[in-house]
């Protein structure tokens, strides 16, 4: 964690970066109620680090947060911008941010939106406190990023309906859940959904294993099996990982691939209550003097980890949790 001098802060900026999540509206709104509440100023910076290297700076008001707690995507808009990893694209940020008279930022997004605000304060000294803001919620230091509990349920009510109807045509299903090279999102709902097996890119399972797995449930009396994958190279994407079952077995398996129906939607109440706290928290480090840090859930509270020590770190689903799966799905 490092310090400044917080009088020099009058104008906080927020932005939303990388992939939206549910919840992202609600933690902005946090953040500008508790900076206005604060005597300060919020400045909104409309599409991530693309927004302030295009000047696309805007006052946020009360108002302007008003009845956006229960939508999903992000009133700030969001993009991935690979301008930002050249020096000069951050140098070019850092002059319009002070140009604009922006003291600070907050930064709501995951570990490359993150790398964006280090450079900012590694570069120029520039106040930056980040907040884990990704259906993925594979940031170290922070138990739950913003947005994974909606996903994981909106995907949860997909594969329960899939359910359903496999078990009508004992069937076999592959579900393909997002979660990019991690499997936070395909451990969650592997296990509350009953899945049969789960393959995450942490600790891939073998394609001779999730037959074994179908073989012996059918010599039990079981008509109709669902499989999680995370999507990602690494435990093979639903359509090929369904032709290695056919090539193996001849199990003809269904695929189905949920897609960005994960990162739309209400947020639910976990989403909104831990946006809302990480949110007001945020600007409180910011004006108590420290930054450089993501602001995150341990142990259930909210807690502050340096930014370095989250974006040196990996962090992986539950094992324990995942070799569940086989045992609970008998
Ligand atoms: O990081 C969130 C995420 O939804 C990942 O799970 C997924 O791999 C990726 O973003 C998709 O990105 P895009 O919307 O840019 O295709």
Do not use: W
Request: charged content about 20%; overall charge neutral; glycine content about 10%.
């Amino acid at each position: 964690m490092s310090t400044f001098d917080p009088s020099q802060i009058k104008t906080i900026g927020v932005f939303t970066s990388g992939g939206d999540a549910p919840g992202m509206n609600a933690a902005i709104r946090a953040v500008v109620r508790t900076a206005l509440q604060k005597n300060l100023k919020v400045v909104g910076c409309l599409g991530g680090y693309q927004g302030i290297l295009d000047n696309d700076f805007h006052i946020l008001d009360r108002k302007s947060v008003a009845n956006i707690i229960q939508r999903g995507g992000t009133i700030l808009k969001s993009k991935r911008c690979l301008e930002f990893l050249k020096p000069e694209a951050r140098k070019q940020a850092h002059e319009n941010l002070v140009a604009a008279g922006v003291d600070a930022l907050i930064c709501i997004g995951g570990n490359g939106s993150f790398k964006g605000a280090q450079a900012l304060y590694k570069e120029f000294q520039y106040p930056v406190v980040c907040l884990p803001g990704t259906i993925d919620n594979d940031i170290a230091g922070t138990e739950q990023s913003i947005g994974f509990d909606t996903a994981v349920n909106t995907a949860l009510e997909a594969i329960d309906r899939i359910r359903d109807t496999a078990s009508s045509h004992n069937r076999l299903f592959i579900v393909e859940v997002m979660g990019r090279d991690s499997g936070f999102i395909a451990t969650t709902v592997g296990v509350a959904g009953g899945a049969e097996e789960i393959f995450i890119p942490e600790k891939p399972i073998t394609v001779e294993q999730a037959v074994s797995t179908i073989q012996s449930g059918i010599q039990r009396g079981k008509t109709s099996s669902i499989l999680i994958t995370a999507e990602g190279k690494k435990p093979g994407r639903a359509y090929d990982l369904a032709e290695g079952i056919r090539k193996r077995s001849g199990f003809e398996a269904k695929v189905c691939i949920l897609g960005h129906i994960q990162r739309g939607g209400r947020p639910t109440a976990r989403d909104r209550v831990l946006a809302s706290g990480l949110g007001a928290k945020a600007v409180e480090v910011l004006t108590s003097g420290h930054c450089n840090v993501m602001v995150g859930i341990q142990s259930a509270s909210i807690d502050v980890v340096d930014l370095d020590q989250s974006l040196n770190s990996q962090k992986t689903p539950d094992h324990e949790l995942l070799a569940l799966t086989p045992i609970l799905s008998r």
